[in-house]
């Protein structure tokens, strides 16, 4: 087998660093057969076999007449190759004429295709193009430049001009399409707008950057401005939970979420409380109207927009709201529970709960009056700055405190736990092992029971009703039908303190006095004023006061 090299190309940079592109490459080879052939001409090269093109120089006989077989003389040659690029479309326009130019894509490249040529087409202001020509070219894809479409001038451009104005039906877009042979004239080109009655919207910068130049494709010289309506003049719910109606605190759809403390501990009883407000609190601010911006043609015509509609927060005022000196917020005129029914605010002082505070209301604060018409469950707590009054029985609750009076219309079944506070009066039909502090005067129906109940004014269990047990204090006076029991069960009953253990001086307004009005028993200490009395056996009822540092008991 011989080899001869008879062309090649070697080196990968030229002396500047820029590759050099491979060139073409030959090698002759003797050999039995063309499969032999390619494999060594391709190792000889080192190239891929099936990048050679095998040419037979000649063939010949090997050895004495011939019986040794043939030798085959091969010319290999490897060209570099091709690489890929698409086909391509090239638009072009002249006096009107839209013409494209299809290119066929080299090597492995995709042709051209109707997508890539709407593409192209897609900013042009077309008036009529024939898709079937179109067609014929993106097949033949020969490089001939085919005529297929055209461009409608809206007025005649001088002669000799450079560009021509389009103007779309609108009226809201002016192109310049290229015309003559000729370079960008700036006088020509405005002489051409006015032709075309283009007067706003001219982009002026770009008109600066194609003077002396040839336009080669349709370029955006105006735009218009589309009306821009006015937006309503609106509020903002600054308490949120009036953006809809507002639904019964712990009834369906409520979102409110229990609180986590820092341990990752879950307090089932606090879910949101309620949404309060004080006096003062903005609960709705007016979002300003926004103008209207009137549009225009690139022709000069105006466009009109919707005007906005103002909004008088006046018609949002509701019971004990008001609006602002600045005429752009709604407050409240009063602390309490914000509502909203259709479009009116309202504020109101008493916040209802129908059922029991329970975990679907958790604890509940509010500013104002709390009507609850069933009762309080364990561990719950209900605070308010006026008045409370609970329909039902108080279960073990943690605390109860009011700014105003606490009504309890069952009783109190205080387990121990129970606290309740009330700047003003207090009364239940019973209290059993709680704790009372009233700033007002306690009455209590039936019974207190092993309870601590403190008064700044008097404690009162009428009629047949009794203390048993516990601690009872009022400032002026305590009274019930029966202190104590025959079990002689410890029960301290005084008169002349309040909270603080000071003993209030005689006036002929206030002369501090415990009363039984049937019976007393063992186990009782009565104290007045500081003077006290243990009793040591049962006894008809009777009056205890303080005289002279001593205490006097009197049948009435």
């Not at 993106?138 to 055209?150: K, Q, S, V, Y």
């Not at 949120?240 to 089932?268: F, H, I, L, T, W």
């Not at 029971?449 to 009022?474: A, D, K, M, Q």
């Amino acid at each position: 087998m011989s080899v001869e090299t008879t062309a090649s190309a070697t080196g990968v940079a030229d002396s500047n660093g820029s590759p050099i592109k491979p060139q073409t490459r030959k090698i002759v080879v003797e050999v039995a057969d063309e499969a032999s052939g390619r494999a060594e001409a391709a190792k000889q090269l080192g190239v891929p076999p099936d990048e050679l093109t095998l040419h037979i120089v000649s063939r010949r006989k090997r050895g004495f007449l011939g019986i040794g077989g043939e030798i085959l003389q091969l010319e290999a040659t490897w060209q570099p190759p091709v690489s890929p690029a698409a086909g391509r479309i090239e638009l072009s326009c002249l006096m009107g004429i839209v013409s494209m130019r299809v290119v066929p894509p080299e090597g492995r490249g995709l042709p051209a295709d109707q997508a890539v040529l709407e593409a192209l087409l897609k900013d042009w202001p077309l008036d009529a193009r024939d898709d079937t020509v179109a067609g014929a070219a993106l097949r033949a894809a020969d490089g001939t430049a085919t005529m297929f479409g055209a461009i409608s001038p809206s007025a005649q451009p001088p002669d000799g001009s450079g560009v021509a104005v389009k103007v779309s039906a609108d009226d809201f877009t002016s192109w310049l399409i290229p015309w003559a042979d000729a370079e960008i004239d700036r006088n020509s080109v405005e002489a051409a707008l006015a032709a075309a009655g283009i007067t706003a919207g001219i982009d002026t910068a770009l008109l600066e950057r194609l003077a002396g130049s040839k336009l080669t494709s349709p370029v955006v010289i105006a735009r218009g401005k589309p009306p821009k309506d006015g937006v309503d003049a609106a509020v903002e719910y600054v308490v949120k939970e009036m953006a809809a109606e507002r639904k019964q605190a712990g009834g369906d759809g409520d979102e409110r979420k229990p609180a986590v403390d820092e341990n990752e501990r879950v307090d089932y009883r606090e879910i949101g409380g309620i949404p309060m407000v004080l006096e003062g609190d903005v609960l709705v601010r007016k979002i300003a109207a926004v103008p209207p911006e009137p549009g225009y043609t690139v022709r000069g015509k105006t466009l009109p927009a919707k005007p906005a509609k103002d909004l008088d927060l006046r018609r949002l005022a509701g019971q004990n709201t008001a609006v602002s000196d600045s005429q752009i917020e709604l407050i409240a005129k009063i602390g309490g529970l914000p509502s909203r029914t259709g479009d009116r605010i309202a504020v109101t002082p008493v916040f209802s709960v129908q059922g029991d505070v329970d975990f679907k209301t958790g604890n509940l604060n509010f500013t104002g009056n709390v009507n609850v018409s069933g009762g309080v469950k364990p561990g719950f707590k209900l605070r308010a700055t006026g008045d409370i009054t609970i329909g039902g029985t108080i279960d073990a609750a943690e605390l109860i405190e009011a700014g105003g009076t606490v009504t309890i219309n069952s009783g109190v079944i205080g387990q121990g736990r129970t606290v309740i506070r009330a700047g003003g009066a207090f009364s239940a039909r019973f209290v059993d092992q709680a704790e009372i502090h009233a700033g007002g005067p306690v009455t209590v129906a039936r019974e207190i029971r092993h309870s601590t109940v403190i008064s700044e004014v008097s404690v009162t269990v009428p009629g047949t009703g009794r203390i048993v047990g516990g601690l009872v204090r009022g400032r002026n006076f305590v009274e019930a039908g029966v202190l104590g029991s025959p079990a002689s069960t410890p029960t301290f009953v005084q008169a002349g303190w309040g909270e603080e253990m000071l003993a209030d001086l005689e006036t002929e307004q206030r002369i501090p006095r415990v009363i039984a009005r049937s019976e007393v028993n063992p186990g009782v200490i009565v104290n007045v004023a500081g003077a006290a009395q243990k009793m040591t056996q049962t006894g008809p009822g009777g009056v205890w006061r303080q005289v002279d540092g001593r205490i006097q008991y009197s049948a009435s």
